[in-house]
Each structure stands twice: as C-alpha cells, then as structure tokens.
C-alpha cells in the first residue's frame, strides 16, 4: 500500500490480539500499520484452548476454514483429590451449541497466527511492518507520532490517530505511559511442558485433561490437537525454576507419566503465574490491549481469549468514531466504555479463574480434605458436569441500557438458520435488533437507524429458547454480539432505541 501520511490507527505488537486487531479495523477499510520486532510467528505454542466466543471474532475474519484442522474439541477435565478421588468434572454446555462452535476447544497457536496474517496480507489497506521496535512515541492534539527503530536501516516515524499497544506483559508502551499494574493477589512458580508423544506414551496417558488437586504438588494435564499434550506442574518453595526447565529435569517431574521414550520436548519452561490488570487501559490517544493489559492464572484457559476479547470490543468503537458514525459529543463516552467494560470483565474473570486455582493449589493436607468433602458433600457424593462456559461473567456496566433486563450484557448466542448459514454470515456484524416478530410495531420511528432485523427461521431453537429464559421478545445486540439490552414489550422497545439513538448521537 501507499503509506499514509497518517494512520487512522497503529497497532504495536503482532501477536494473536494485534493481529486480530489488525484484520478487524483493516477489514471495516480503515488505514492501519501494524509492527512487531520479530521477524515471523513465534513458532512455539503458548496459547492451547480457546472458546466458542473468539470462533465467532474469527469468523468475522473469514479464517474459520483455514484453521480448522489445526482444532479439536477441548476434552473433559476432571479434579482428582488429597486421596486420587473424583471431586469435579468440567465439560461442555450440551448442543444445540449457542455461538455455532464447539464451546472449548485446544490448537495449535503457529498455524492459526500464521492464518490471521494471511487474512490482513490480502488488505491493501494495512501495513506490517517486521523487525522493528517502537523506542518512542509522542502524543499531539489529534495525532500520536511514533518513532521507529528498524533491525536494518534508518529509523522512521508513524503518524496515527489512535494507537493500540499489544506488546505483551512486559509492555514498553505501558512503561512509557507510566501505567502501573494492579496486582490481584496470585504468584506462583510453574513449570509448563509442552509434548509430542508417540503412540507408546499415549497408551499410558489419560484419556480426559486433568487436574491434579493434590498437596504435594498440584497440576495440570491438557489434551491438545493430535499427539500434543501439555502438563503445568507446580513448583515448591526450595526448587530451583531454571533447573527445572533443563531436559533432565523435566522428565524427572514427567516421570509420574512418561519417560523420554515416549515422546519429544517441545517446550519447557518455568513462569510464575500472575494476576495482573493495568490500573488504566487508555492513556490519551492511546490504548492498552492483551497481554499488555492484564495476566491471569491458565487454569480455565482464558489469556489468549481475554486478548481477543479487547479488542474484539476496542475496534468496532474505534471504527464507528473514525467513520463519523457517533457524533463528537458520543465518541469520547464509546472509547471510555472500552476500559470501563474490559477491565471489570477481566477483574471478575480472573477472580473466578483464582477461585478454580484455589481449588487446584491448596498445599495444607487437611484443608484440601476438607475441600474434598465439600465439593463431594454439594453434589451429594455424585460429581456431576459444569460447563466451563458457566464460569464466564457478563459485561456489568458501559454501553449497556440504563434499563435493567434480563440478558443485558450477556453474550448473545448465533444460532444456525434455515439454510445452513450462521446469523453473522447473513446479517453481518452491525448492530443487530433480534426478535421474533410480535413487536414489530414498536419500529416504525427508528428506520433512520441501521440495524439487521433478524426474522428468518433459525432452525434448531437456540435464540427462541434464549428469549423465553429470560421472558423478553427482542435484544439489542452489540457488534461484538453483547446484548444492549432486552425488551418484554413495545415500550421497552422503544424506549431500548431512543437509548441507542442517544448514546451514539449525543
């Protein structure tokens, strides 16, 4: 492409949540530069599930086919206790499945990057730049002016309107900014593995994800695509963490399982897991998103989600004040409304994922007994399935109705229509008014605003079945498919759309 002279937006880091950043605002035909100081994907798995949630963010994409065969569906994972007891067991929510995906699943991280490159590479309107480094940037009035070191060559500067900082935990942006994290009280020392075993050790191995809920040392078995299988292994006080990650010294904590002849290393390495959350996401014309934002503990699988949840929410509200679809006095509100709803978001998610660790990492013997007999005597001695999509909160405030309804800020689901086709693929990613037809009398003064009126037959009952649990005949539904909120009758219709029109034409 022919470089602007000003961006409408730069994305600094190109990992999962930049690139997804940068294919989102690339494909509503904003100009954008993206920039990452390695050369290519980074070839190691981190990230190994993801939720039925980014699915949808990667269908808007147009990517879904491509990285098919590097999924699977997330197997159970079932809690073993102080004395090898079953004590929990988390699975999936029973079909129809609500977002048109499998609800959980694990893959491959390289390939699946890879693909979401291949996506903005086809954008004439997004440039990348690989193998440089952001040392500095500057905030104006209207503009943010960035300094660019290159691996070769001279540096350069990059003018933008906005500029997103996906640059990881250790952020220089966040530094520069002088943005502090809030520390959500979790530290401790992990060892990760990741393995490619051979048919011989899968003979030995589980046949569902596990997590071991024991004193001596608590961890973590996960089922990746194919023959991967990971293990996150706690470490003791007293242990050395770079030891632990030598080849010797993991097969030593691997021993329990497998020996050396039963698969390769892929990866190993010691981390303390935190839970971290930026005190503020947006300092001027520029935001925090990812990994650069917020660290939380693995056990529920969520870090890579979390990051394309930012800026699944970030972009549509970038793209519709850079397109002049709010006016100046709404646009200030929208971009606020991103902190506001993400970091509560990802405080109370990470308090749940804290609660599950909890679970998993008790180290006083009784206590975990004690644990036990309280997760056993709750069920009444009869362990049964909890929906991992259970543990996910809605949005609690931002661009929400002021009128409390049943659903407002859930997720809304995307049923599979007559014909095949997912909502999305037929109606878009707009807003989206999703009824079923007793009020249509309610939207006769509202034909200024642009919304996809669903009212084709779905055909397996998924979003009927949504509106009657909650006694309402009509959502609202956000681009990044939250509900705005419900309404029972025409009024509340009504008076659900004057909202609307206020908050983006204020």
Known sequence: MTQPSLYDVAIIGYGPAGATAAALLGQAGLSVYVCDRLQGVYEIPRAIALDHEIMRVFQEIGIVKAIAPYFEPFTPSEFFGVDGQLIRRMTMVQPPYPQ?????????????????????????NVAVALGVEVTSLRQ???????????????????????????????????????????????????????????????????????????????????????????????????????????????????????????????????????????????????????????MQPPFLGQGMCQGIRDVANLSWKLGAVLKGQVTQGAAQALLDSYTDERKAHVRELTSRIKSVGAVICERDVEKARARDAKLLADCGGVVRDTPRQDILPALSGGLLSAQSSPGRGELFPQPKLDGGLLMDERYGYGWRLVHDGSLLGALGDFTNIDLSQPDSQEAQGVVQAWLNKRGCHAALVRPDHYVFGTAADSAKLKRLLTELTNAMHH
Request: charged share 20%; net charge negative.
């Open 100 to 124: 048109g995906y499998t609800p959980s699943m694990v893959f491959t991280q390289p390939p699946v990057e890879m693909a979401i490159r291949h996506r903005i590479a086809e954008l004439s």
């Open 140 to 294: 104006h009035e209207d503009s943010v002016t960035l300094s660019v070191h290159p691996e070769q060559g001279a540096d350069t500067t990059v003018h933008a309107r906005w500029v997103i900082a996906c640059d990881g935990g250790a952020s220089a942006m966040r530094a520069q900014l002088g943005i502090e994290l809030e520390d959500l009280g979790f530290d401790e020392p992990w060892l990760v593995v990741d393995v490619r075993v051979n048919a011989q050790g899968l003979a030995k191995l589980p046949k569902t994800s596990v997590q071991y809920c024991e004193p001596e040392r608590p961890c973590t078995y996960v089922i990746g695509p194919g023959n991967h299988r990971r293990w996150e292994i706690s470490l003791k006080a007293g242990e050395n963490a770079q030891d632990a990650a030598t080849p010797e010294g993991t097969w030593k904590l691997l021993s329990r399982w497998i020996t050396p002849q039963d698969g390769a290393l892929w990866r190993q390495s010691s981390y303390r897991f935190h839970a971290l959350v930026a005190e503020r996401w947006k300092a001027g014309r520029v935001f925090l998103a990812g990994d650069a934002a917020h």
